[in-house]
């Protein structure tokens, strides 16, 4: 029973990384349907993002595949997500660069981090960027109003939000630890 649990994340990584190529699929064509089709796998996956967490938390049952499938799952599916958003005119390309460039930066950031040693973990700061960026970007796949509502201002608005917020907590965890690691590297040179 207890490896069945532990099993859980990593098979909620997986449904993640179908839905990949799917909501690729959905956002190459331009119809309202498609739209809704490539949200609701979108929502999808962001459920199944906070639940493999959720489960890797509760149970302790964090694995090395689940440590390196689950960050680039996400880090994909947004990119994924925005750069065929981008190729349909629904958000500017500068916001694409910012959330990307971050994702980056920072993966590179932890990589070195874990060289030395040391393990960087996701800040309340980080969890409230993914939270709006992944609102923004269901948003932006519906584009269209529907029962009054209009999505795509309401994903460019939470865009703005998570862009700013992808800023601040990119600049965060580079002035935390960013500074550690080239204390530790000034302390192996001085040897």
Known sequence: MEKR????????TGIRIVCIPIIFVCLSFSERSWGLIAA???GLA????????FFARRFN???????????????????VALIML????????????????????????????????????????GKYKTIFQDIALIGLCINYEYLGI???KIGIVLMW????????SGLMYFKRF????????DGKNKR
């Open 5 to 12: 649990i532990s099993s859980i994340p990593n098979i909620l």
């Open 40 to 42: 609701a796998w979108m």
């Open 46 to 53: 962001f459920i199944t993002d906070m639940l493999d967490g």
């Open 61 to 79: 049952s964090v694995t090395a595949v689940g440590k390196f499938l689950d960050p680039l799952a996400d880090k994909i599916l947004v990119s």
């Open 86 to 125: 981008l190729s349909m005119h629904r958000v500017p390309a500068w916001m694409v660069v910012i959330i990307i460039v971050r994702e980056m930066a920072v993966t590179g950031l932890r990589s070195i981090a874990q060289e030395r040693g040391i393990i960087i973990p996701a800040d309340k700061l």
């Open 150 to 152: 209009n999505f795509h």
């Open 161 to 168: 939000i998570a862009v700013f917020l992808t800023i601040l």
């Open 178 to 185: 960013g500074f550690l690691i080239l204390e530790i590297q």
